[in-house]
């Protein structure tokens, strides 16, 4: 690990924040600290890199989905059909970006265990931000770290 990055894995120094945004009738600033008062999941992931290979890791968190619902997205949850335009993009603080549909992890379709990670191998993330947990993901690229910014979009259409 550089030395910069473990830095950023120390708890001492201010907490990264992130934005949830977008289709959302509480969108709200967190920290990492601040996804604490969810319930917390374990997961054990083994995911390839395609340039350095298989990675196993630990990471603890509340699911994505868990977050998400406090925030108020912008469908009718009593219309399960409601659901299936919504997309969430997250972002993180490097500019990567990646998108996960509202069905996916959704416990009526894809049930996808997605994290948000707030300890990555029991070390915390408070000054690195929290980091997207995707354990279906056989690829590595959607584990974003840093995330700074989370959008929810229910406009997608793809006829007008
Ligand atoms: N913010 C950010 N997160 C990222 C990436 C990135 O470029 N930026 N790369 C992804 C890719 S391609 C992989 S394989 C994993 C690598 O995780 P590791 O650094 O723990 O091996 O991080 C993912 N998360
Ligand atoms: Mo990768």
Same mark, same amino acid.
């Given at each position: ?8 894995? =120390? ?8 934005? *949830?945004?977008?289709? *959302? ?8 600290? %601040?996804?604490?008062?969810? /319930? ?10 395609? =340039?350095?290979? !298989?990675?196993?890791?630990? +990471? =603890? ?5 868990? !977050? *998400?619902?406090?925030?108020?997205? %912008? +469908?009718?949850? @009593? ?18 970006? @990646?998108?996960?549909?509202? @069905?996916?992890? #959704? /416990? ?5 265990? !997605? *994290? ?5 191998? #029991?070390? /915390?993330? #408070?000054?690195? %931000?929290?980091?997207? !947990? /995707? ?13 700074? @910014?989370?959008?929810? #979009?229910?406009?997608? =259409?793809?006829?007008?």
């Amino acid at each position: 690990m550089s030395q910069s990055l473990a830095a950023a894995r =120390t708890t001492t120094g201010p907490a990264a924040e992130f934005v *949830l945004g977008g289709d *959302l009738a509480r969108p709200a600033r967190l920290t990492v600290p %601040g996804l604490l008062p969810w /319930p917390q999941h374990r997961a054990e992931v083994a995911f390839e890199c395609a =340039t350095s290979g !298989v990675q196993r890791h630990t +990471f =603890t968190g509340p699911l994505l989905h868990d !977050v *998400l619902m406090a925030a108020g997205p %912008g +469908f009718d949850a @009593a219309r399960r059909k409601d659901r299936l335009r919504f997309l969430i993009a997250v972002r993180g603080a490097d500019g990567h970006h @990646a998108l996960l549909s509202w @069905a996916e992890i #959704d /416990p009526d379709f894809g049930r996808a265990p !997605v *994290l948000l990670a707030v300890t990555l191998d #029991d070390t /915390p993330l #408070d000054r690195a %931000g929290s980091q997207l !947990v /995707p354990p279906q993901d056989r690829c590595g690229a959607r584990y974003i770290s840093g995330i700074e @910014a989370i959008r929810v #979009d229910g406009g997608y =259409t793809a006829w007008s």
